[in-house]
């Protein structure tokens, strides 16, 4: 159903005459294809997604050795982690992409959803079965 319905959008949206696409877009911005999904995996396709943790999994003391080994994958192009976090525990997230070179963005949007701390990413679509970390 959600995937007529982004159909419907993107056609509803192209029928506009370019003035009533520039109206919309001044009110109430573009339309969005998953919106939702975006907002749970701090503003990526879960398609784009190698491996998250939950906000509890970040807070705690040990650094995952999964994300660690996501962070490694030639596909990982960044590290998005919740900005609502305590800055210790993003912290040490941040300093490990740093260091093997990923860059990382804090996300602060008081839009995001769900219990996703972390994400580490790609520019693409990625084929990974598995993308939660377990506890």
Do not use: C, H
Request: no cysteine; hydrophobic share 40%; net charge neutral.
């Amino acid at each position: 159903m959600s995937k007529n319905f982004d159909k419907e959008i993107i056609s509803n949206w192209a029928q506009k005459s370019e003035l009533e696409r520039t109206i919309a877009s001044g009110i109430g911005g573009a339309p969005e294809i998953k919106r939702e999904e975006k907002l749970q995996f701090l503003g990526v396709f879960k398609e784009r997604v190698l491996k998250y943790l939950t906000k509890q999994q970040v807070v705690e003391d040990k650094l995952y050795r999964e994300i660690i080994t996501a962070l490694q994958d030639q596909r990982a192009t960044k590290l998005l982690i919740n900005g609502d976090l305590p800055f210790k525990a993003r912290e040490k997230y941040r300093q490990k992409a740093q260091e093997l070179g990923v860059n990382y963005t804090i996300i602060f949007d008081s839009a995001l959803k769900g219990e996703v701390g972390l994400v580490v990413a790609s520019d693409y679509a990625v084929e990974v079965d598995d993308i939660a970390v377990s506890s």
